[in-house]
């Protein structure tokens, strides 16, 4: 399985860079659309929808919204859906606090995780799109809030099979652990203190940057979370099989979603990234 997740990761890398430095704002932001309705089909079938008519009307509604969003090209909606999303984690949060809520396969339990996904979603669509656009190194920007999760995903791997004792969320997934999450502010703090030097940030700002790659992390720890949740709740080991060796793209993107509003409110605030 090592192998497989390995070669499979490999394969990825490439297409991922390609997708991030490549093209324009407006092809990525087609592109990250895309790929998220593939998260918004897979979201639905943890969700309980069995319906494959219902189904295809979510992603229908899902790219409705992001038609809408891009159309006006107005950052200030961007930057505002980003922010929902923002709320949404906090409330997110309270949710693995009660994990048992939302647990029965009811009807109105499924409505609600069907919002949720929306929220999981859209903002961060938006907040991929906000931070790509940025002036004149977005893609570089882009690149840099995906390392953070990927440095923090490593650095929570290491630290948590080494020195990992105390559990983080043993109801909800027995694998985490807190020396997990204290790799992973270490990991992903050198990633943003090298890659914020290389993008020109020399000033006080460099700390503020790692500030808010410590808040990033944390996002991205509840989305990996809140994933594991729905999967609890759907008896399901994995959201999809579309990566062999990783499962589906939920359970790949779990921390992004939650970890670029985020990232993206945190450079607004460090006035790296304008939504004029």
């Keep these: 399985m090592l192998l497989q997740r390995t070669l499979t990761a490999l394969l990825l890398i490439p297409l991922a860079l390609f997708i991030i430095l490549g093209p324009g704002t407006p092809v990525f932001a087609a592109i990250v659309a895309a790929a998220f309705l593939v998260g918004v089909w897979e979201w639905t079938r943890l969700s309980g929808l069995a319906s494959t008519a219902a189904r295809v009307a979510m992603l229908v509604l899902f790219a409705l919204i992001v038609v809408g969003a891009w159309w006006p090209h ?27 809520f939302g647990a029965a396969p009811t009807p109105e339990n499924r409505r609600i995780k069907l919002v949720a996904g929306l929220f999981v979603m859209v903002p961060a669509w938006a907040a991929l799109v906000l931070i790509h656009r940025i002036a004149p190194h977005g893609h570089w920007w882009t690149f840099l809030g995906l390392a953070i999760v ?5 650095g929570a791997y290491f630290a948590g099979r080494f020195l990992g004792k105390r559990k983080l969320a043993p109801q909800i997934s027995p694998g985490k652990t807190w020396a997990g999450v204290y790799g992973a502010f270490v990991a992903a703090a050198l990633v943003v203190g090298i890659g914020g030097w290389l993008l020109g940030v020399h000033d006080a700002r460099l700390i503020g940057l790692i500030v808010v790659a410590t808040f990033t992390v944390a996002a991205s720890i509840v989305g990996d979370l809140i994933e594991s949740l729905m999967k609890r709740h759907a008896k399901m080991k994995d959201s999809g099989q579309i990566f062999p060796g990783h499962g589906g793209l939920l359970d790949r993107l779990d921390s992004v979603f939650a970890a670029m509003p985020v990232f993206a409110l945190g450079l607004w605030l460090l006035d790296v990234m304008s939504l004029a």
């Design 150 to 154: 990927w440095a923090a995903d490593i």
């Design 74 to 100: 107005d950052p200030r909606l961007l930057g505002a859906l980003a922010a929902v999303g923002v709320l949404w984690w906090l409330v997110a949060c309270a949710w693995l606090r009660h994990f048992a």
